[in-house]
């Protein structure tokens, strides 16, 4: 068990409305990732964080936002969900340029 | 141009053969590399690291080429249960710890 617990793991939500991904991990790591995964584009970086309050964008950034106000807590906001959101959305931890451990992944359907 | 770059496959390849899947990387300053293994609508999860040395884990061996700016990962003897995706991992940027994933490689081990 990595300790790392993402919620929802399942989720359909409408159009429009925001959505909120949460990450949790019980090691201390420092640095946490947020993932989305879709067929022929493997896992692309959307957010990520080194450290409490301390973030920066990834590859696929737009109509995302993060925040980091614990070291065990990751939150990945989609202020107004669309349905080219629909993915799989994987959180990854780590301690620095180490072996990172996933989270089981958020299965989120945009309707 | 995606920092890390791997064949996608599929590679179809019977019990017993050797399969080896290579990926290059643009970011010279990339220090640390990993291959992870992927099951179908799995998280990924740490196959092994990569070393300039080499890194043998039974079947499996990996190694780093640092002058062309690639990694490489030898399966022997391949079984059913190899069947997978593999993805090439690279911390991009020294110090910056953002984590980048190759689209990934699908193999399927044939009886």
């Known amino acids: 068990d990595a300790g790392i617990t993402q919620s929802p793991r399942h989720k359909v939500t409408e159009t429009g409305t925001p959505v909120t991904l949460r990450c949790h991990q019980t090691e201390n790591h420092r640095y946490m990732y947020w993932y989305r995964q879709d067929p022929g584009h493997g896992l692309r970086l959307i957010h990520y964080?080194?450290?409490?309050?301390?973030?920066d964008k990834g590859e696929v950034s737009d109509g995302y936002s993060v925040s980091r106000s614990k070291t065990e807590d990751f939150l990945l906001t989609l202020e107004s969900a669309t349905s080219s959101q629909t993915s799989v959305y994987f959180c990854?931890?780590?301690?620095?340029?180490?072996?990172?451990?996933f989270g089981q992944g958020t299965r989120l359907t945009v309707v | 141009r995606k920092e890390v770059e791997q064949d996608p496959g599929p590679f179809n390849v019977p019990e017993g053969a050797t399969v080896a899947f290579n990926c290059t990387y643009s970011?010279?300053?990339?220090?640390?590399f990993f291959w992870y293994r992927q099951d179908c609508r799995k998280e990924p999860k740490l196959l092994m690291s990569v070393y300039s040395s080499g890194n043998e884990d039974g079947r499996f061996t990996a190694q780093l080429n640092r002058a062309s700016q690639y990694i490489s990962l030898l399966i022997r003897d391949s079984k059913l249960s190899d069947s997978a995706t593999y993805l090439c991992?690279?911390?991009?940027?020294?110090?910056?710890?953002?984590?980048?994933f190759g689209k990934g490689t699908k193999l399927s081990v044939i009886p």
């Open positions: 991992v690279g911390y991009s940027g020294a110090g910056s710890y953002q984590l980048t």
């Open positions: 970011n010279s300053a990339s220090q640390s």
């Open positions: 990854a931890a780590s301690k620095s340029d180490t072996e990172a451990f």
């Open positions: 964080s080194y450290g409490v309050k301390d973030t």
